[in-house]
């Protein structure tokens, strides 16, 4: 264990502040325009539906915690949330469980494998490891409050729609087109019953979890989402206290250790915030105390990770200095 109860002291959020507004502005359109032309990756095809998106789209949105957005390209566009869900339900599960109750249930390690892989169970006693992964997300879908699968989904529902700030929908297309070819999550789901792992209706969890990767989200949604975990879990565009400050803190850090899957690594050592993507091409990445991105783009490395929205984050991270990890000698005058 590293830490217990008796270390707790009070989190102080250690962070500047953004650039001025123009400046967040110039250098979100010029994100925008500097990764158009960027046409590397592959489009997800393994859920039927979503092989037919065009693959041009590219949409990005940066939301500061004061409100203020800054929107270049598809930002509007529509497309479903996918894995990014993932983060936003652990967070809703931690509001009901707190830190160390889904700590042991769920875990907190990278697997260092693909997100919806079969062996990290196997080699891991079927501990599902961290809620950023199949495995993991869907034992956290099981533990979401409710008497039956119809009020758990419910609460998803309600629940990012809070973080997004308006009612989002599910897309029945996308919903099922996966449920037709999910063999993989159902037998990860009977695999983690099989160890004793879950306690819901492993088939009933995955029905849930499929419903929440399939709701409908735009780039602009995905940063004020993004913002809500920035903001100490207060939406920055209603107002509304969606989750604690603590619960933020938890989220973020699961993030970083494993948002961007097997490649969290080389996310944090390059870019230096915590981040989430979706195969529809979605990403979500969040500068506590100061605000999010959210990027779309179709095209995916071969990790998952959409290719534009990646180098567009990069960018921004780098010129609006949201790198958790940037360090400089202090002002002290020398020798
Ligand atoms: N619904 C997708 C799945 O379970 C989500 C995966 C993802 O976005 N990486 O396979």
Sequence with gaps: MITSESDSIA??????????????ESLTSAAHERYLTLD?????????????????LFGLSVIEVNGAAHDAGDSGHP????????????????????????KERVGVNNTGLPFNSVMALELNDGHPMNPMVNAGAIATTALIPGTSSAEQ?????????????????????????????????????RLLESYGRIDADPLETVDIYTRQCALLVNAHDLAIMGATLADGGINPMTGQRVVSPEVCGDTLAMLAASG???RSGEWLFEIGIPAKSGVAGGIVAIAPGKGAIGAFSPRLNSAGNSVRGQRAIAYLSRGLGLNLFASKASSRTQG
């Design 11 to 24: 989190r102080v959020v250690s962070t500047g502040s953004l650039p001025g507004w123009n400046e967040v």
């Design 40 to 56: 590397d990756g592959e489009i997800a095809d393994y859920i039927p539906v979503l092989a037919a998106v065009d693959p041009s």
């Design 79 to 102: 497309f479903s949330i996918q894995s990014i869900s993932k983060a936003f339900v652990y967070a809703l599960v931690c509001e009901e469980y707190g830190h160390a109750g889904v």
């Design 153 to 189: 989904w419910e609460v998803i529902r309600t629940g990012l729609s809070a973080f997004a700030g308006r009612q989002l929908v599910m897309d029945g297309e996308v919903y099922a087109s996966e449920m037709a070819t999910n063999f993989r999550n159902k037998a990860i789901a």
């Design 260 to 262: 961007m899957y097997e």
